[in-house]
């Protein structure tokens, strides 16, 4: 399947995981840009933000996890991150810490919040649809990750 059928084929948790992959490149660039100059409490939110990007790209791209050298625990854990629910909580989790950094000053943070409340609404639609979860082939789902090992 290529990623324009992917695309097309009205699967939200498709679009949630695309979604997600830009808010790694998001999360890691907002992340960097507001630790320079900015008060102590933003450079905090910023360092979240940051660490959210790496967290994220083991969630959406489940090849890493067999490729890059990670603890058993951790493995675990993002494992656990299977179900369209439990995506569109963590993404949900993510998103309000970075609202809630706008309480202190309106930063680009706020482009974080938003692409990651958009990955939990398409999250949480694919479960209120009866979607399964379908990983993205182009991201290393559905026995991609079988044919490397």
Same mark, same amino acid.
């Given at each position: 399947?290529?990623?324009?059928?992917?695309?097309?084929?009205?699967?939200?948790?498709?679009?949630?995981?695309?979604?997600?992959?830009?808010?790694?490149?998001?999360?890691?660039?907002?992340?960097?840009?507001?630790?320079?100059?900015?008060?102590?409490?933003? =450079? /905090?939110?910023? $360092?979240?933000?940051?660490?959210?990007?790496?967290?994220?790209?083991?969630?959406?791209?489940?090849?890493?996890?067999? $490729?890059?050298?990670?603890?058993?625990?951790?493995?675990?854990?993002?494992?656990?991150?299977?179900?369209?629910?439990?995506?569109?909580?963590?993404?949900?989790?993510?998103?309000?810490? @970075?609202? /809630?950094?706008?309480?202190?000053?309106?930063?680009?943070? =706020?482009?974080?919040?938003?692409?990651?409340?958009?990955?939990? =609404?398409?999250? /949480?639609?694919?479960?209120?649809?009866? @979607?399964?979860?379908?990983?993205?082939?182009?991201?290393?789902?559905?026995?991609? /990750?079988?044919? =490397?090992?």
């Amino acid at each position: 399947m290529t990623l324009s059928e992917e695309l097309k084929s009205r699967n939200f948790s498709i679009y949630g995981q695309w979604t997600g992959v830009l808010c790694i490149f998001i999360c890691f660039a907002v992340g960097i840009a507001n630790i320079i100059l900015q008060p102590i409490l933003i =450079i /905090a939110f910023s $360092i979240v933000c940051l660490c959210s990007s790496f967290i994220i790209i083991f969630i959406e791209i489940p090849l890493l996890l067999r $490729i890059c050298p990670t603890s058993s625990k951790f493995d675990s854990i993002i494992r656990r991150v299977t179900t369209n629910y439990m995506r569109a909580g963590v993404y949900l989790a993510m998103s309000a810490v @970075q609202w /809630a950094s706008l309480a202190k000053a309106i930063t680009s943070l =706020i482009a974080a919040a938003i692409l990651l409340l958009l990955a939990a =609404i398409f999250y /949480a639609l694919a479960g209120l649809k009866g @979607q399964g979860f379908v990983g993205s082939k182009t991201l290393g789902g559905q026995g991609v /990750a079988q044919m =490397i090992v």
